[in-house]
């Protein structure tokens, strides 16, 4: 039995895989299926972190890597979203509780966006690793200008922000239209934000019987001005909420108990963090 779980840190794009390498400071690092993954301690938790570059194509094949070939006990996927609801502002941060493709459509042969074969559209993120980073979330939101620096807080004009939890859609297409949000919005109205990944991961996690959770910042409203400034937002502020957040969640769960707590193997159902 190891010492603590092995946690699998996904982070969409360069600059937070970066942040989170900065906090690994003696990783190692083992190439396969043509990515990198970096092996390291955080908090006495055993991290494998890696790019899963853009879309659930990708992000199937990342998590499928760290379950068969680095072993992990949970996923934590980390990144950023375009808001979907009212009131899910840039700069918010959103802990999905339960994750859908909005892009899946096998009908008539199945309901819209149900899983073929799998007779259920939306799979469950693991609820104490999910209360647990929710709690992160707004520890790190309770103290931002520290996590963020106050340049960033008038850079952004960032104003009150939030943490909420529920629904993420993902899908292969970035939305950056008012009406595409809208149509979202429209067909799945308890969405709270959109991106391209997560889904995925829960789709593989689902099938491993591994906990999975996922944090994201807001970094747009999915409309007409989402690009506008997405990568400057990425470093400047949602990179900086995602180290800070899961330095949070690691230094609040001790590894000893969270390997108490039976996640001490693959493949156990339910379990939690
Ligand atoms: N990630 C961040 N913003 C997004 C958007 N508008 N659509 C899809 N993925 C996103």
Redesign the pocket.
């Known amino acids: 039995m190891r010492a603590a779980p092995r946690v699998g840190v996904v982070a969409a794009l360069h600059q937070e895989l970066a942040a989170v390498l900065a906090r690994l400071p003696h990783e190692r690092r083992q190439q396969v299926g043509g990515r990198d993954f970096w092996l390291g301690d955080w908090h006495g938790h055993e991290l494998v972190a890696v790019l899963a570059r853009v879309g659930k194509v990708a992000a199937a094949t990342t998590a499928t890597i760290l379950i068969e070939r680095f072993g992990v006990d949970r996923i934590i996927f980390t990144?950023?979203?375009?808001g979907l609801a009212p009131g899910v502002a840039v700069g918010d941060l959103v802990v999905a509780r339960s994750f859908l493709q909005h892009d899946l459509d096998a009908s008539p042969l199945f309901p819209r966006h149900e899983v073929p074969l799998y007779g259920q559209s939306r799979f469950a993120a693991d609820s104490a690793m999910t209360a647990a980073l929710a709690a992160a979330a707004r520890a790190v939101l309770a103290q931002r200008d520290v996590a963020l620096g106050p340049q960033a807080l008038q850079e952004f004009e960032l104003g009150a922000a939030r943490v909420h939890e529920g629904l993420l859609l993902s899908g292969d297409?970035?939305?950056?239209t008012a009406q595409a949000s809208q149509a979202l919005r429209a067909e799945l109205p308890d969405a709270l934000a959109?991106?391209?990944e997560g889904a995925a991961v829960a789709q593989v996690c689902h099938d491993y019987g591994l906990p999975f959770a996922a944090v994201r910042t807001i970094?747009?409203r999915?409309d007409d001005s989402?690009h506008v400034d997405f990568m400057r937002f990425v470093q400047r502020v949602a990179s900086r909420y995602s180290v800070a957040v899961l330095a949070h969640y690691f230094r609040a769960m001790p590894a000893r108990e969270a390997m108490m707590r039976g996640c001490a193997a693959p493949a156990t159902p339910g379990c939690s963090g």
């Open positions: 990144g950023t979203a375009g297409r970035f939305i950056a959109v991106e391209m970094s747009d999915a989402a």
